[in-house]
């Protein structure tokens, strides 16, 4: 049985301030694997109890949504709109949702809004509930947690370009990173040596010292990156959406070490390591495309299989994946050794960020 639940109530954020507002919601009990997806423009959470493969509750960001395709409300009751990207704490007690504001379904050239603010939405993982609202100053792409857990890093989609770094217990801003023209997805590498950064503007990766902060190389990539996602193999993946491409980064020579042309406008990529493949969704065909590792590290075009209509993000969890599709409204379940789909899902509208909390 699903259960509907309301996060936030419509009470009033100043810009840069943080602070939690009365909950209008029971406490939930998410005692099982589930996978979180964000569903941007119904303003919401969807939980899928992995055991099942079911939603078993339906977590509300706002009130309502009413600020239509591209743009952003102005109904002060619809405060978190537009919710983006989800990740989840190394302990898995926490989420983070980056709020841009904005449908970016429809992809992330000129992101920037003049004057939009973003957001970072901080949720407790088993309760459901939400912990703080942090206001940024300009929109922004995600919010993920470091590896030790104690800090949250996001993006401000600006021509000048930076990350911010919060406290992920105080929410002070602990840091702000100057980075490449309007950076879009920040992500850790699997061994949390290095931080990415894709520059939508700059057709270039940032690596950063998450320790030092400090900024190690700008590696150039294809045109109009989204996000350098973790590879299991050391690697992380790039989505070019102008140029079509994908460019694998080495994280620890931290050079591109192979550029695969796609054809197609790439919604997300992700490396399953078990098979070996890269995964690739084609948001206008409603497919996922994947290319099979081989021997010298290489990789070859081996086949595409349907999901529905703007396939974009990509979780797995062993040999299923969980393909969000945002025209359709729909998660699509995936045997990852049949290339086979299993059912859809019926999700919020738009859905985006998704994230397996185990």
């Not at 703007?310 to 045997?335: K, L, W």
């Amino acid at each position: 049985m699903k259960k509907t639940i309301v996060l936030l109530s419509a009470v009033a954020f100043l810009i840069g301030a943080c602070k939690s507002s009365e909950l209008v919601q029971a406490e939930l009990n998410i005692n099982y694997p589930a996978a979180f997806v964000v569903n941007g423009e119904s303003s919401s959470i969807s939980v899928i109890d992995l055991n099942t493969n079911e939603v078993a509750e339906t977590i509300l960001l706002a009130k309502e949504n009413s600020g239509g395709h591209g743009g952003h409300s102005n109904n002060s009751t619809s405060m978190v709109m537009w919710p983006h990207h989800i990740y989840v704490s190394p302990d898995k007690s926490s989420l983070a949702v980056g709020v841009p504001g904005v449908d970016l379904s429809g992809g992330h050239v000129a992101a920037e809004h003049a004057g939009m603010t973003g957001k970072v939405v901080v949720l407790d993982a088993l309760k459901g509930q939400n912990r703080a609202v942090v206001e940024t100053p300009l929109m922004n792409h995600n919010a993920v947690f470091s590896a030790d857990g104690r800090e949250i890093w996001t993006t401000q989609m600006a021509k000048n370009g930076t990350v911010l770094v919060y406290n992920a217990t105080t929410y002070a801003l602990k840091n702000t990173i100057n980075v490449g023209k309007e950076p879009a997805e920040v992500t850790f590498s699997a061994d949390a040596s290095t931080v990415f950064v894709a520059n939508g503007n700059d057709n270039s990766v940032t690596a950063i010292d998450p320790n030092s902060k400090s900024v190690m190389a700008t590696i150039a990539v294809g045109k109009n990156p989204v996000g350098a996602w973790v590879g299991a193999d050391n690697r992380m993946y790039v989505d070019n959406e102008d140029g079509q491409t994908v460019s694998i980064i080495d994280v620890k020579t931290r050079q591109v070490v192979e550029t695969i042309a796609l054809g197609f406008v790439p919604g997300y990529v992700a490396y399953q390591a078990d098979v070996k493949e890269m995964w690739v969704t084609h948001p206008t065909n409603g497919q996922v495309h994947f290319w099979t590792k081989g021997a010298n590290g290489k990789f070859t075009k081996t086949g595409s299989f349907a999901t529905a209509a703007g396939a974009h993000a990509i979780a797995f969890n062993g040999t299923t994946a969980y393909i969000t599709n945002q025209e359709a409204a729909s998660v699509s379940v995936v045997d990852v050794v049949k290339h086979q789909k299993i059912k859809d899902l019926t999700v919020g509208k738009k859905p985006n960020g998704i994230v397996i909390k185990m």
